[in-house]
Nanobody, 126 residues
Framework: QVQLVESGGGLVQPGGSLRLSCVYS????????IGWFRQAPGKEREGVAC????????YYVDSVKGRFTISRDNAKNTVYLQMNSLKPEDTAVYYC???????????????????WGQGTQVTVSS
C-alpha cells in the first residue's frame, strides 16, 4: 500500500522559512515523480513544485521560483520542500503526491498524480 506522509508545517512570520518533508512508503516510489501542491481556503489546488524520479529534473511555478527548493533523498524515501522568504499568500495546506513512472520531466498537473498525502498546514502571518 502506497503512503505519503507530510510534516513540517506550522506558523511562521513573513520572510521566514520552513522545510516540509514527504515520507513515502510502499511500491517502488523511488521511480515515481513527486510533486508538492497547495490549497488555500476558497481556492483551487495549485501545483507548486515537482521532482522527477532521478532528482535531476525539477519544476517550479512562477510564484515560488527563487524562494522554494525541492529535493529528494531516495535512501530516506523522503522529498523535501525548502521554503524561504515566505509570504502571507503562501498560506495553504500543502500536499505531496506521487506520479507513476516513467517521469523524466515532471509537471504539476494534479490529474497526473496517482497517490496523495493528507496535507500539512502552513500559515504565514505576523
Amino acid at each position: 500500500q502506497v503512503q505519503l506522509v507530510e510534516s513540517g508545517g506550522g506558523l511562521v512570520q513573513p520572510g521566514g522559512s520552513l522545510r516540509l518533508s514527504c515520507v513515502y512508503s510502499g511500491s517502488t516510489l523511488d521511480y515515481y515523480g513527486i510533486g508538492w501542491f497547495r490549497q488555500a481556503p476558497g481556492k483551487e489546488r495549485e501545483g507548486v513544485a515537482c521532482v522527477a524520479s532521478s532528482g535531476g529534473s525539477t519544476y517550479y511555478v512562477d510564484s515560488v521560483k527563487g524562494r522554494f527548493t525541492i529535493s529528494r533523498d531516495n535512501a530516506k524515501n523522503t522529498v523535501y520542500l525548502q521554503m524561504n522568504s515566505l509570504k502571507p499568500e503562501d498560506t495553504a495546506v500543502y500536499y505531496c503526491a506521487a506520479e507513476a513512472p516513467p517521469v523524466t520531466l515532471c509537471g504539476v498537473v494534479a490529474a497526473s498524480y496517482n497517490y496523495w498525502g493528507q496535507g500539512t498546514q502552513v500559515t504565514v502571518s505576523s
